[in-house]
């Protein structure tokens, strides 16, 4: 593991100089006392400047797949090495999320009525990590419209538009060849576009569609067991709309046309009321959300409003950023930090735990395609385009990996500060951006500064 040495020069020299008093016998008799005589002090040996480059900073462990025409591609980042590289045929409109451990790439087909897996053969156990070769993983999940996913602690759901059930995925038997995939059929239902994530509880909760409504969003919340038996009660909460949701394990929220249902793993269901500006009427809500395991906020984004941060524990709302310009946001790799795009390619960092501005910049990257053509589409539509997560722009712990215009560079920019550090240059041209992989706690090489 690759370490920076100025604390090891640094005890080195004052071991020497130790040895060297020490050795020197200088002490003088008289009386029987020992009377030591002063010893000039020399000046301390200069300490070395260490220049580290982007491979002392960044973790082994940390994976970039690239989609390219016909393949995918895991490289890894310090090194800019391709490891495996996967013959891979690329379904038009599938969706790919990272699983919440790092490994595997979920990847949701949803007019094809099916979800695979891709795994990038990267093991976190904690305190050390385990490579196998890439593949995808024997598991696959057949549905109806399989469209909404979230990831905590481990465990995967997807949402199944067409019959309004749900797909529970362990994440640690997907490496069993024959494991497969559990789908639960939710009574009191009917088929909608909704969404649902697992706590850390072994409870479910889901989007319920109020079957004397019209239109294909639900309006409430419930819970369901490890079993699939719905839990009939909604809270008394119903509201117009949801859509989106985000969970961190002890709590998860739904976005919605009233305000943020927030449910937690003591089978509470309640509504944080919209703050001013946001409301049903005007199309102005909270459509999609984000956590993360290791953040106790949410962050939430309206159209026209931008982006916000929600306190579960106060109950509480606030705006971050009133642009009506966000083409993406996302937490980095750890949940340190939440990262907003904008369409004229703008980062802006915000502290991942409280919402604190960090740092702004524009910085050159490949264009998203049809961002334009989806915000202008039906609401669900509009809505659904906010979920995806950015091709061209990914998020590690300690850095930012942005793919530039011309497609065959992918810059570096340390998050806290994004400034370039590096460029890794690309034999081909990529289509697509994902990260996989992980960072293990006390890893020196993240802990730098800037000469």
Known sequence: MKRSNLKFYALAATMALFTACSDDDTDVIIDEEVIEEPIAEEPAPEQPVVALTFKDMESDWVRLTLMTEGNLDVMQADSGEIKYSVVSTLVADERYYMSNSGRYQVVVDRAGGKVRFFDSGIVNHDDHGHEYEAKWANAELNSVLPTHFASSGGHILIFNDGDGSISYINEAQLEIPSYQPE?????????????????????????????????????????????????????????????????????GIFGSTNGIILVDNQDNIDLIPNIDGLNAASGNWIGTVKGHDKSDIFFGRSRNFGVFMIDPMAQTMSNIYAGADVANAMFSFDGDYFLVQTTDNRVLVFDGKTGSSIAERTVEMAAIPNVAAKRGGSEIESLSAMEELSPVLVSASKFLYVLAPNRTQIKVLEIESLKHVHTIELDAPVISLMKNGFYIEGDQRLDYTHG
């Open 183 to 251: 789908t639960f059929m939710l009574e009191g239902t009917v088929a909608h576009h909704g969404a649902g994530f697992r706590l850390d509880n072994g409870m479910f909760a889901a989007t319920f569609k109020n079957t004397d409504e019209p239109g294909g969003i639900p309006q409430m919340v419930k819970f369901i067991d490890s079993d699939g038996n719905v839990i009939d009660n909604n809270g008394g909460v119903e509201v117009v709309g949801i859509h989106g949701d985000a969970v961190n394990g002890t709590y």
